[in-house]
Nanobody, 119 residues
Framework: QVQLVESGGGLVQAGGSLKLSCAASGRTFSNYVIGWFRQAPGKEREFVARIRWSSGTEYYGDSVKGRFTISKDNAKNTVYLQMNSLKPEDTALYYC????????????WGPGTQVTVSS
């Protein structure tokens, strides 16, 4: 069974940086896509970034382009989200998710890690 566990959230001032980690286990992920999503109170869940495990191809949501970077460590089965130039509007619960390359639905989700950006 796939398990995803996020870490690295916390409280940071606007303009600061945080690096989130998503530790993945339960299978090999060579044919998977790992993504980051976020949800702020009272708002819909928002796509942040994704990375295809086999090729390393990255894709970002418009609101984070140029500020956030997704990466992976194959040996550790871990995906990272480096977040720079943080803004108060980045405050949210950040989730890691996984899906097969061959489907569009995100089947697996972690419990989330809270990121709070103070102004």
């Amino acid at each position: 069974q796939v398990q995803l566990v996020e870490s690295g959230g916390g409280l940071v001032q606007a303009g600061g940086s945080l690096k989130l980690s998503c530790a993945a286990s339960g299978r090999t992920f060579s044919n998977y896509v790992i993504g980051w999503f976020r949800q702020a109170p009272g708002k819909e869940r928002e796509f942040v970034a994704r990375i295809r495990w086999s090729s390393g191809t990255e894709y970002y949501g418009d609101s984070v382009k140029g500020r956030f970077t997704i990466s992976k460590d194959n040996a550790k089965n871990t995906v990272y989200l480096q977040m720079n130039s943080l803004k108060p509007e980045d405050t949210a619960l950040y989730y890691c998710a996984a899906r097969s390359n061959f489907v569009s639905d995100w089947n697996y989700w972690g419990p989330g890690t809270q990121v709070t950006v103070s102004s």
